[in-house]
């Protein structure tokens, strides 16, 4: 290979990692979590999913009861694995008789409870918005995680070019009993082209997500749509929301359960109606949209629609059973990829391994970054430099896996806390823990001793969750509680893994390496052997 | 064993690089974009860009860094640039 080429995708590739390392690790970290984030908030609500059955007419009644629904858009969203409805009521277009504010809020579609975001806001959903950074003032975090998943991008594409040539002879080389440094680049390499595939998506759609909106949608909206964004999203098929109201209430009252059932008549019953739209609502004008999606077994991606009007007459429908043309899939796709819901949980654990593999391609990045400017040549200032960066970023990323842990024991015993108790009580602990890692000032035990914190807490959580609501893993097994039995079985499997890991971590560094002696073990780092 | 100095850029070559690959890089992937947008069928073409944009973007940043010299890989952007944007310039200025 072109040496000069070789020396620049490498230099480029250690500064853009060694740049985005943190924030990285935290959207790769707790975006793992987040395939699971409707099993998490059913677990620590202790509401396990079941079969939703949903009696459209009795829930707007119950709607109808807190607002004059008259004008309003109602909308009603089914997330999958989920026991409650998300609801969404707008103002209503009739602003001289009916002025209440609309807002959004979570249903309990069995006995009609609401709940508002902020004190329903559970450990699921912070964790999903902590992954794109959502607690910092929108819209700074977004665009702080797209760039980042930007420059990811750039250095997915380098690394793939630094070890292109070798990409085959050195797929199968690891040697994990060599010395430290050796292992960390093996593990970078192999993992890394492992999950080069996964990681890409991830890094184009995760862009996509969060800086698409000023960087493209903008410009072309400026200068293809004539500034007019509904136009944009009319030509991508969404929208069709806004039309004017007549101000002439309907006779009889409204029956969604009919439509509804239209749509099932129409569709069948493998697809699962998964949203259902009043716009205009008792007016004239009224729509019903309905939106479903077709059996993930039958077509890989197939969502549907279908528009009726206030007098049950169909005005759109698109059949999600019918072939899918490029542009569908492909709007379809962007989502079905990075949301991991196309296989069931096998697919979602793996996604998981895959999230957590990324979180050790970066991890091993900076401590390869960091052995290898451990040299007698490089100027000291730089070294203490170096080791202070390492330092934090270990610290900062490490401790999440303990906090986590903690955090998931700590909603378990208070499942009701909402945003908050979950926010003090992550942010602190996470802050606590980094601050005195940090201050230790030493990498090996920093990686010791989160592994053995967080597996140690791990374990305990399970226990926990029978204790507080006797769903212990035997009791939601024999009931089919899958959802809450996969979040106990995940924290045992991931507690004994990572204790394994902090066995081995610990025995590694007892051994003294036979191979190549330095003279300093390059297994203990600490700051004082660079002053 | 960090990359070797010699291949390197200067400090000045090392500024214009880095804002060639991100500025000129996404003034070329916007600009081919909505060059294409005049010609071919808007939705296909838009959900197209939903991910080849970034990646295009990308490709770009690497080609700016393996440039030998960052005036000519931006003058380079910058022409091309100027090509893809040029009938909406003349939309603006003499329409």
């Known amino acids: 290979m072109n040496l000069r080429n070789y020396n620049i995708y490498f230099h480029t590739h250690t500064i853009s990692g060694i740049i985005i390392t943190a924030v990285l690790f935290v959207i790769f970290f707790a975006g793992s979590f987040s395939f699971f984030k409707n099993e998490i908030t059913n677990w620590q609500k202790n509401t396990p999913a079941s079969e939703r059955k949903v009696n459209f007419n009795q829930v707007m009644d119950s709607l109808g009861e807190k607002y004059n629904l008259y004008g309003r858009e109602v909308s009603l969203y089914m997330p999958p694995h989920a026991a409650r409805i998300n609801v969404y009521v707008s103002d209503s277009k009739d602003t001289v008789n009916n002025k209440e504010k609309g807002s959004f809020f979570y249903l309990n579609p069995e006995t009609f409870t609401t709940q508002d975001y902020r004190t329903s806001y559970d450990l699921g959903e912070f964790l999903y918005r902590l992954h794109f950074l959502a607690q910092i003032k929108y819209p700074y975090g977004y665009y702080l995680a797209g760039g980042v998943a930007f420059i990811f991008l750039f250095a997915l594409l380098t690394g793939l070019l630094v070890h292109w040539q070798k990409i085959v002879s050195n797929f199968y080389i690891f040697r994990p009993w060599e010395k430290l440094k050796t292992v960390w680049t093996d593990l970078h390499t192999a993992l890394g082209v492992i999950s080069f595939p996964y990681m890409f998506v991830f890094a184009v759609t995760g862009a996509f997500f969060l800086i698409s909106y000023p960087l493209f949608t903008k410009p072309v909206t400026a200068l293809h749509f004539g500034g007019s964004q509904d136009s944009l999203y009319a030509a991508l098929g969404y929208g069709g929301h806004d039309f004017e109201l007549e101000h002439k209430p309907v006779e009889k009252t409204v029956s969604l359960n009919d439509f509804v059932e239209k749509a099932r008549e129409k569709w069948g019953s493998d697809v699962a109606i998964n949203h259902v739209e009043a716009i205009n609502y008792g007016d004239q004008s009224m729509q019903v949209h309905i939106g479903g999606l077709t059996d993930i077994k039958k077509k890989f991606t197939g969502s549907g629609e279908l528009v009726f009007d206030a007098q049950g007459n169909m005005l759109k429908h698109t059949d999600p059973k019918k072939p899918s043309s490029y542009s569908d899939v492909a709007q379809n796709l962007v989502y079905t990829l990075h949301f991991g819901d196309y296989g069931g949980y096998a697919l979602k654990i793996l996604y998981f391994l895959l999230g957590i593999s990324g979180c050790v391609v970066i991890i091993s990045g900076v401590l390869i970054w960091l052995v290898a400017r451990d040299k007698k040549n490089i100027p000291e200032k730089k070294r203490k430099f170096n080791f202070w960066l390492a330092n934090i970023y270990l610290g900062i990323c490490l401790s999440m896996f303990p906090v986590t842990a903690a955090t998931f024991i700590a909603v378990k015993l208070n499942p009701d806390g909402g945003m908050s108790f979950i926010y003090p009580f992550y942010f602190y602990t996470w802050l606590v823990v980094s601050i005195l890692l940090i201050a230790r000032r030493n990498l090996y035990k920093t990686n010791r001793d989160c592994m053995l914190a967080g597996s140690l807490i791990g374990i305990c959580i399970p226990v926990v969750n029978g204790f507080v609501t006797h769903n212990w893993i035997w009791n939601t097994y024999r009931n089919g509680y899958f959802d809450i039995l996969l979040v106990d079985v995940f924290w045992i499997t991931v507690s004994v893994g990572t204790f394994i890991c902090w066995r081995l971590i610990v025995k590694k560094n007892e051994k003294p390496v036979a191979v190549a002696p330095s003279p300093r073990p390059a297994t203990n780092i600490t700051a004082p052997e660079l002053s | ?95």
């Open chain 2, 1 to 95: 064993m960090p990359a070797n100095k010699k291949y390197l850029s200067s400090p000045g070559q090392r500024v214009l690089k880095v804002s060639a690959a991100l500025l000129g890089g996404y003034m070329v992937t916007s600009g081919f974009h909505l060059f294409l947008l005049l010609f071919l069928e808007k939705k296909p073409l838009l959900v197209t860009m939903y991910f080849s944009t970034y990646i295009l973007w990308a490709v770009l940043m690497v080609f700016a860094f393996l440039a030998k010299n960052g005036w000519k890989i931006w003058i380079w952007y910058l022409l091309i640039s100027l090509f893809f944007f040029a009938p909406f310039l003349y939309r603006h200025w003499f329409q």
